[in-house]
T-cell receptor, first 113, second 114 residues
């Protein structure tokens, strides 16, 4: 029962470095999402995908990129990391397009110094 | 676009007392509404959801919520708080069309006082 798996759990980056947060789900869900969570701000949608080969921007996409080459994987890339990208990142997936619940990974805590 | 409002970022409740977390939504079409819970250092998990069936929805761990269209509300309650209810709670809304994006409120951090 893996569900949604995120790696790494923790990472420290220097300003200007790049990295990829990995997300994989084993539930054959078409819908996948990346959120960032900042204290007192709830969750903000960065990017989402409705199926392999299809991605779209959410509320806060600047500074990030995604790809969806397979149903299982939805990596999030940070280019030229900035201190404003210090956050906790959550990947989630959904099976039922209308009423299904979101299944979340355990999060990736990123600090940019 | 749809949205939800949760007031009061921190909520303190005594053990055994009523837990009440308020959520008001804004949507131009009938919404689907959710409550999620987040325990420390974990992802979010679904507590309960309203998807246009019964307006009183029961979830896990003794929580329930009532959809009130006239008040555009979906408040979460639990009759008797337990220490294990200490967590952050998020209300979320979506509509049954389009890209199925979920909009989250800012959350309520619940502290249970022994």
């Amino acid at each position: 029962n893996a569900g949604v798996t995120q790696t790494p759990k923790f990472r420290i980056l220097k300003i200007g470095q790049s990295m990829t947060l990995q997300c994989a789900q084993d539930m054959n869900h078409n819908y996948m999402y990346w959120y960032r969570q900042d204290p007192g701000m709830g969750l903000k949608l960065i990017y989402y995908s409705v199926g392999a080969g299809i991605t779209d921007k959410g509320e806060v996409p600047n500074g990030y990129n995604v790809s969806r080459s397979t149903t299982e994987d939805f990596p999030l890339r940070l280019e030229l990391a900035a201190p404003s990208q210090t956050s906790v990142y959550f990947c989630a997936s959904k099976g039922d397009p209308n009423t299904g619940e979101l299944f979340f990974g355990e999060g990736s805590r990123l600090t940019v110094l | 676009a749809q949205s939800v409002t949760q007031l009061g970022s921190h909520v303190s409740v005594s053990e055994g007392a009523l837990v009440l977390l308020r959520c008001n939504y804004s949507s131009s079409v009938p919404p689907y509404l959710f409550w999620y819970v987040q325990y420390p250092n974990q992802g979010l998990q679904l507590l309960l959801k309203y998807t246009s069936a019964a307006t009183l929805v029961k979830g896990i761990n003794g929580f329930e919520a009532e959809f009130k269209k006239s008040e555009t509300s979906f408040h979460l309650t639990k009759p008797s708080a337990h220490m294990s209810d200490a967590a952050e709670y998020f209300c979320a809304v979506t509509v049954p069309s389009g890209n199925n994006r979920l909009a989250f409120g800012k959350g309520n951090q619940v502290v249970v006082i022994p």
